[in-house]
């Protein structure tokens, strides 16, 4: 599809260590966005891009940082991983109002 | 505090016949509404979506109404079949930009 990859799909991490996931798109879109998803919690919004440099908070920001250098890559770090951060991680990138987002594959972390 | 509700966790349907998948939301402001349909071990995909100036949009087997004095859109699929079998998410937002999920619904079309 939509030209936005995630890698790594799968990493397992020990508490304590920083983790870095990392999102492409092909399609110089300027929205991108960082979820996590968790069973009965759906997919809840962690950080955002509206540009290059340009970042904001989701509702549940806390013990991630992201940056974006390029149009085209979104980071999201996990500067000390915690138990509570074992989830499924999706990057989606914005095609408006009328389509949503276009999601990658995920990327499964288990902290352990 | 959750703005898009999902109440029914799970659903199971016959082949054939119509499910019937619904959301609620809080957010008066809000005035874009999509639904996701989701795979195991994938991203979520597209499926339809409605704005708040209309109540009804179709396509193919799947339509989407809202019912914005209600704060509440549902999303009927008919017939189902056995492949829409997935875990379907409801999303909203007031500008476009940030899109607010719900907690998802599995359905199950039973052959």
């Known amino acids: 599809d939509a030209g936005i990859t995630q890698s790594p799909r799968h990493k397992v991490t020990e508490t304590g260590t920083p983790v870095t996931l990392r999102c492409h798109q092909t399609?110089?879109?300027?929205?991108m966005y960082w979820y996590r998803q968790d069973p009965g919690h759906g997919l809840r919004l962690i950080h955002y891009s509206y540009g290059v440099k340009d970042t904001d908070k989701g509702e549940v920001s806390d013990g991630y940082s992201v940056s974006r250098s390029k149009t085209e890559d979104f980071l999201l770090t996990l500067e000390s991983a915690t138990s509570s951060q074992t989830s499924v991680y999706f990057c989606?990138?914005?095609?408006?109002?009328?389509?949503?987002?276009?999601f990658g594959s995920g990327t499964r972390l288990t902290v352990v | 505090d959750q703005q898009v509700k999902q109440n029914s966790p799970s659903l199971s349907v016959q082949e054939g016949r119509i499910s019937i998948l619904n959301c609620d939301y809080t957010n008066s402001m809000f005035d874009y509404f999509l639904w996701y349909k989701k795979y195991p071990a994938e991203g979520p995909t597209f499926l339809i979506s409605i704005s708040s100036i209309k109540d009804k949009n179709e396509d193919g087997r799947f339509t989407v109404f809202l019912n914005k004095s209600a704060k509440h859109l549902s999303l009927h699929i008919v017939p189902s079949q056995p492949g829409d079998s997935a875990v379907y998410f409801c999303?909203?937002?007031?500008?476009?930009?940030?899109?607010?999920f719900g907690t998802g619904t599995s359905l199950t079309v039973i052959p």
């Open positions: 989606a990138i914005s095609r408006g109002q009328t389509y949503g987002y276009t």
């Open positions: 999303a909203a937002s007031d500008t476009g930009n940030q899109f607010y």
């Open positions: 399609e110089n879109h300027r929205y």
